[in-house]
């Protein structure tokens, strides 16, 4: 099956920097590739995802970079706020599987003020 | 609430008894998932449902798990004869193309 990698498993960064979390992913089958942010105690929510027909995705803040030739996966948070401090979740789903997701194992971001 | 909803948002349980959960997916969603996260970990893969279909289960869903989802709409996931490895949270997801909607999760503590 897929095997998602994340790093760093943790990241500090001075409020108004940016944030970078890099995946990684083992099969090249995989073509949906979900970002989550996660706050402590409560539900994984979606804040931006990205397909395997695009190079690169950007909402606000946040951008998404795919390398399918790499496989490997980026999100990058600029002039980060406080209230960006959560654990980040990168994942991937096979077409084939029907849509389970294969989670990395988190990255917890602070942003210090 | 539009969302997707789990029942219990809590349940403490002794080894050994029976615990049983429950998931209501957002209304027009025809598929839904089960994961299981510990802490310090991303959610894990338990099962998948296509409207009332069980299609896939994970190698994580031992004898003592089962889930079903009989009118296509909410499901429940029991657990038989708990252990304490049993303890983590559950999440439920739901969704109609590939973006999953997650629930709050239940949290198990197996004593």
């Known amino acids: 099956g897929e095997n998602v990698e994340q790093h760093p498993s943790t990241l500090s960064v001075q409020e108004g920097d940016s944030a970078v979390i890099k995946c990684t992913y083992s099969d090249s089958a995989s073509n949906y590739f979900p970002w989550y942010k996660q706050e402590l105690g409560k539900r994984p929510q979606l804040i931006i995802d990205?397909?395997?027909?695009?190079g690169e995705k950007k909402d606000q803040r946040i951008a998404v970079t795919l390398n399918k030739t790499a496989k490997h996966f980026s999100l990058h948070i600029t002039e980060t706020q406080p209230e960006d401090s959560a654990v980040y979740f990168c994942a991937a789903s096979i077409g084939s599987t029907l849509g389970r997701l294969y989670f990395g194992r988190g990255t917890q971001l602070t942003v210090w003020p | 609430d539009t969302g997707v909803s789990q029942n219990p948002r809590h349940k403490i349980t002794k080894r050994g008894q029976n615990v049983t959960f429950r998931c209501d997916p957002i209304s027009e969603h025809n598929r839904l998932y089960w994961y299981r996260q510990t802490l310090g970990q991303g959610p894990e893969f338990l099962t998948y449902f296509q409207n009332e279909a069980q299609l896939e289960k994970s190698r994580l869903l031992s004898d003592r798990f089962s889930a079903e989802r009989p009118k296509g709409s909410f499901s429940t996931l029991e657990i038989q004869r708990t252990e304490q490895g049993d303890s983590a949270m559950y999440l439920c997801?739901?969704?109609?193309?590939?973006?999953?909607?997650f629930g709050p999760g239940t949290r198990l503590t197996v004593l």
């Open positions: 990205i397909r395997s027909n695009v």
């Open positions: 997801a739901s969704t109609l193309n590939n973006e999953q909607f």
